[in-house]
């Protein structure tokens, strides 16, 4: 078992993130020591790290707290919690879609103010 502190250190999230995560209902699962001291499992750390990632990607604490809710109801509740994950890939995909394009285009444009690219019709500069 970890502490905050070691889990902290581990997956590189502040100590006060964390214990955001744990008020805000993110970390139903994670135990208690007989001081009330939150203690970590190896495999909480993935957890912690998901959630980093999810955030940073535009999903909500809501959601992220329904999956929670969801995943210690048991895996009776996998295909919601599959579906939700799913929906979320195929929107992050979208948005890298678009930023691949707006990447190429950018680099084009800089390419032509440059001076790499020679530009017939200067409205496009």
Request: hydrophobic letters at 35%; aromatic letters at 6%; one cysteine or more.
């Amino acid at each position: 078992m970890l502490t905050i502190k070691k889990a902290s250190e581990k997956v590189e999230v502040p100590v006060s993130t964390i214990r955001y995560y744990d008020n805000e209902g993110l970390l139903p699962f994670i135990k208690r020591d007989e001081n009330g001291y939150r203690m970590f499992k190896e495999e909480d750390l993935f957890w912690l790290e998901l959630i980093g990632c999810m955030r940073a990607t535009g999903m909500s604490i809501e959601t992220l707290r329904h999956v929670a809710q969801l995943h210690m109801k048991g895996d009776n509740t996998l295909e919601e919690r599959t579906r939700i994950f799913r929906d979320h890939q195929k929107k992050l995909q979208k948005q890298k879609q678009d930023i691949d394009m707006a990447l190429e285009k950018l680099t084009k444009k800089m390419k032509m103010l440059d001076g790499e690219i020679s530009v017939e019709n200067p409205s496009q500069i």
